[in-house]
């Protein structure tokens, strides 16, 4: 029976342990922050997550998803707050398909729980040194002080953004791209409290946008009523940025006058300020994503900006596909691993970009009606060819076709809705029936 | 009088120390590696280096140019050689224009004796920490193990292409941009001998080049009648590359097809094949470039190819112009270096692309007709316009105009260039005073 060191006993780590042990690898976790599992949770710097299907497909393989779908709220669409206090709902998908708001440290408890089962769980253990040579990974217990080696057949990194293991041992090796490249903005997060009877300020099964071009406001709904809101903007530089909103006056100003209806639900914004800190995005890539029995995943080694939510998903995708490979290679790693990082890097480079393009998605075309012109007839080829024609959207959040494949065809798609619109003079009071025809003419029966 | 900490005593921190020490400043100067002075030299991992104008600019300065002259050798142009032997002289400039050729070693143990006469050095001292905010290094002695805190009033890192001072501290900021990108191709290099009297096997007042398209071999003269000889290939994956070349059949195989001509000077190069190892090649790009009164400079803020010569110049450039930026900002550092960083980032990144670019010019192009032809029309411009008119080369190479300028006016006259040609059908076979005509009547007192 094989050994395995898993570096990182957050989302991914955690949940690959149950995959390992259930194929029956002995497994132990080393996790530097202390179990969360007996501590109360804070918000932190979570970001609410978003899962969608990718992330399931991962849980249900190993039974693990009905548990999550406890914890889990689903969105079936975007709520677009306009300056105006107007409205607007834009669905994700067809039917009930939806995206689900989970909290990060709900569903890493859960993750750990079901680990532990079968795998060994450390905490507070520091990774300060890695021997990928001989499959040794040094930790420092940072409440005893006690430095462990521990030596094992596998080693995988699933120590998130600053893997410890890429920045210890990985990038120090001759021939290793890197680059870790920050985006101008930052973001801070906001709690918006339930009302006095526990009920929601808003539409809860919904994601709120408040989309003001450079900048945005968003909103995913807890369970406990409450909302976790998260300003995304630049940190300075700009006309609007988080250097400018230094002082209470400032910041119920710019609440006031850029977010009215929201300022209304929550206007204590700027008490609030403080609980939360300034934190920052980077999108950070590597290559290669193994050395001899060690392997990154998840965001150890394509750690994006969180404006697909799909981070997470991603990382559990990983695990599906290293355990799809696992028994495509019959349990033989060198053919597994190089496999895997040929398979999965150009998977990694195309969810950062289609990340970074989402966020020009969010933060502004939501509101451009020459953008909402295109989802409207995109959503139409895709009623009447179901099963042939699929947005962007609905390929990264409700499909496992690959990251890269969503991004070549979602723009190849964009440009041909751009086309088609322009050949036919559509506007946004062309009645469905008419577009209809038009889609009918030109794909006829060829998509 | 303030003190100053340089980590690192290679070209750029012991040149920096020699500044700083005229200007009064305390320096003590730190290096990893032995007392060079005290070594007998290997060529190493080399590559000669190139000196070029402002190279020379910033040793003049500070009175060493003549010095360094006294073990340099000019090379007035490049010499390409054939696949079938025949040669092809292209100047590099006008009039006695010319790069020259020194070892990296010799031009280093010049550069410490210089800083030694006002600076303290200390080798084999291993930065294993810096404290940003304090301004503390943590050194530690490889020879006695002895671990020193050294506290100053600035830090300067000169630490190279993989600099202590940046992986321990800098990378570890917040929002600091970072990248690590190795090209496909390695490099290796080989000595060929002089003749037994001692005499060069070649012309040796050029740089030579067997451009092959994919990969190239240049050899640069030396003092002693030897040429520092380098081959840049692809590392594996191509029809040609340093994996083949994995026996001696196969390597006297390549040089007798590829390289006839140096074969028949150097019929051994199987034998010596393993006197210098494979080497890679990396441009790595970061910002910020200073973080409280510490400073990355040369290949520690901007390492690159080396396909332009530019590496040690550009990195003699930073003490140029943080000089300037000194007495400019009488000796207030914080001004310094926020100009410093601004003002020369943007060189930085240009000298990195210029390199890119001039491999392709130099193992491809430089056999290429069109490429030729381009050059030769360059040059009646600029003889005709020589005040206003200056080809890519001679900007990098013989004037201070800033990389970042002459990056984008070097492609804007290529177009230029281009153009010209084609409006006016100029072949190879038109005749100088033709040309010469054309381009007047297309300027006239325009340029």
């Known amino acids: 029976m094989k050994s395995v060191t898993i570096v990182g006993g957050g989302l991914v780590g955690s949940l690959w342990a149950v995959y390992l042990s259930r194929e029956g690898y002995k497994v132990k976790v080393f996790e530097k922050r202390t179990d969360m599992r007996n501590t ?235 609980d939360y800190p300034l934190s920052s995005l980077a999108i950070i890539r590597c290559f290669p994503w193994h050395h001899n029995n060690t392997a990154l995943m998840g965001d150890a080694a394509h750690a994006t900006v969180p404006f697909f939510g799909q981070g997470m998903n991603c990382g559990f995708e990983d695990c599906t596909v290293m355990w799809e490979l696992m028994k495509k290679h019959n349990h033989n790693w060198p053919e597994i691993l190089k496999e895997y990082e040929v398979l999965r890097k150009p998977n990694g480079d195309a969810v950062q970009d289609l990340s970074l393009q989402n966020y020009l998605v969010m933060r502004d075309k939501v509101a451009d009606p020459v953008y909402l012109l295109h989802r409207k007839v995109e959503a139409r080829i895709s009623t009447l060819y179901p099963d042939k024609y699929f947005p962007l959207y609905t390929m990264v959040s409700f499909t496992d076709i690959s990251y890269h494949t969503a991004l070549t065809k979602g723009n190849e798609q964009e440009r041909m809705v751009s086309e088609f619109i322009s050949d036919h003079g559509i506007t946004d009071t062309t009645p469905v029936d008419v577009i209809d025809g038009y889609i009918k003419l030109k794909f006829g029966d060829k998509l």
Chains 1, 2 share one sequence.
């Not at 249900?60 to 409205?87: F, N, S, W």
């Not at 809101?229 to 910041?251: Q, R, W």
């Open 40 to 274: 109360v949770m804070s918000a932190g710097k979570s970001i609410n997550l978003a899962t969608s299907y990718r992330g399931w497909k991962a849980l249900d393989a190993m039974g693990l998803g009905d548990e999550v779908r406890t914890i889990a709220k689903p969105m079936y669409g975007r709520t677009m707050h306009l300056p105006d206090g107007a409205k607007n709902f834009q669905k994700y998908g067809q039917g009930d398909q939806a995206i689900y708001s989970v909290s990060r440290g709900g569903i890493n408890v859960k993750m750990l729980e079901a680990a532990a089962k079968n795998a060994e769980l450390y905490f507070n253990e520091d990774c300060i040194g890695v021997d990928l040579t001989n499959n040794i990974c040094t930790f420092k217990n940072s409440v005893t002080g006690n430095v462990t080696e521990v030596k094992s057949d596998l080693i995988f990194a699933t120590d998130g953004a600053f893997s410890a293991v890429r920045y210890n041992a990985m990038q120090k090796l001759d021939r290793f791209n890197y680059s870790q490249n920050y985006i101008e903005d930052g973001y801070k997060e906001i709690l918006l409290p339930a009302n006095a009877d526990g009920s929601y300020k808003m539409e809860d099964e919904t994601l709120h946008i408040w989309p003001r071009g450079r900048f945005m406001l968003i909103a995913l709904p807890n369970q406990d009523g409450s909302f976790t809101c998260t300003l995304f903007m630049p940190v300075d530089g700009h006309e609007y940025s988080f250097k400018k909103l230094n002082n209470k006056e400032a910041i119920n100003k710019f609440f006031a006058e850029t977010f009215p209806d929201f300022y209304e639900m929550m206007p204590d914004v700027a008490d609030k300020w403080d």
